[in-house]
């Protein structure tokens, strides 16, 4: 080690920049094999690895060389102080752009590994990407400044001052903020579910973003909703079950005196001739109540997508109203029956006008 130090020692500034970019070009050259290599495997997260560090490493072996170059110049104190650190922070600038990449294919190998590790998936990719980032990006800042001869100390509690007062000022923002990362981590609802609010808007979530989730309504009206609201609010997702199919139900009422066999038989077969009903589960027939004019019954069946509901509906009212009408059966109305008692008055007949 020591004769390869006085080695370089004894190199020449011009020769010692030869030796280093002849290096640097080798490094080069042995990662664009690798990077060739890592193409023949399955996993694409290593191609990405190595051609991140390609570039940075190339950097770091020309920049040792620069730096070591800059401190044998006849240049003035200063002149090689901001050279070098002109030097340094270009590198730091490749290694934090390595960084984000390497940190960006690990992310994306961890989320389609879904089974192996639950707590890294799409929906929560890009709350991991931004806490990543920050991370790199924060550290590279620390990096540059001691480059530059700053102490952070100063900066860091400035940063502090200004951001609680930047806090006060965009609550409402940063209340959006932190609850789009509970959404994103809690995952109450993922794009292409229905869900409903408790303040009446359906529809389907085409966008869930760290400030405002996006609804496109059966009206193919697009709604934007704060997450700061969503996350407060009462959420049915119709699409969150065990499957996405979801049942309907139709309430139906009849006379009195109507069988109720045959009301039963017409109003399974009505939901086996529905195209919008599957078979599986089957559809059923309740007979739940006696009403004020009628007995009511309520048919229930299932539909692929909860898009389909009120096509369901409309064809499943459709076909009972016939077969109802075709056979005879009343569906019945509210009635009332009014008496009108006329008040017998006794008169005097010498009492007349």
């Known amino acids: ?24 070009v080798v ?19 290593d191609d990405r690895i190595v051609a991140a560090l390609g570039t940075p490493l190339f950097l770091s072996v020309v920049a040792i060389g620069l730096y070591a170059a800059i401190h044998r110049t006849g240049w003035s104190e200063g002149a090689r102080g901001t050279t070098s650190a002109l030097v340094v922070s270009v590198v730091i600038l490749a290694w934090t752009r390595c ?26 990719l890009p709350l991991f990407e931004i806490v990543a ?12 400044l001691g480059a530059w001869g700053i102490d952070p100390t100063a900066w860091v509690a400035s940063a502090g001052i200004v ?18 990362l509970f959404i994103l981590v809690d995952a109450p609802y993922k794009l292409g579910d ?21 609804l496109l309504t059966r009206d193919d009206i697009e709604v934007t909703i704060p997450n700061a609201v969503i996350a407060n609010a009462k959420i ?12 309907v139900r139709v309430d139906i009422g009849v006379a009195y005196g109507s069988d109720i066999d045959k009301v039963r038989a017409l109003l399974e077969k009505c939901a086996r001739e529905c195209p919008r009903i599957v078979s599986a589960p089957p559809p059923t027939v309740r007979f739940y109540s006696f009403g004020d004019s009628g007995l009511n019954f309520q048919l229930r069946g299932y539909i692929d997508k909860p898009i389909l509901r009120g096509r369901a509906v409309d064809a499943l009212n459709t076909l009972i109203y016939k077969s109802f009408e075709a056979e005879g059966i009343e569906i019945p109305f509210p009635q009332r029956v009014v008496h009108l008692h006329r008040d017998h008055v006794h008169r005097d007949p010498d009492d007349q006008e």
Do not use: C
Not at 236 to 247: A, D, I, L, Q, S
């Open 27 to 45: 490094v080069r050259a042995a990662f664009w094999v690798l990077h060739k290599l890592a193409q023949r495997t399955k996993t694409g997260v």
């Open 236 to 247: 049915v997702n119709e699409t969150g079950g065990p499957f996405e199919k979801e049942r």
């Open 194 to 214: 229905f869900i409903i609010l408790d303040s009446g808007e359906r529809g389907r979530v085409t966008d869930i973003g760290i400030r405002s989730t996006r």
């Open 163 to 180: 951001g609680i007062a930047v806090g006060f000022a965009a609550k409402d923002t940063l209340a959006n903020l932190f609850a789009g």
């Open 1 to 24: 080690m020591q004769r390869f130090l006085a080695w370089i020692e004894g190199l020449g500034t011009g020769e010692l920049l030869l030796w280093t970019i002849a290096l640097a």
């Open 99 to 124: 960084f984000m990449r390497i940190g960006d294919a690990i992310l994306d190998m961890l989320a389609r590994r879904v089974d192996d590790y639950q707590w890294v998936e799409p929906r929560t």
């Open 133 to 144: 980032r920050l991370f790199v990006v924060g550290g590279a800042a620390y990096a540059l």
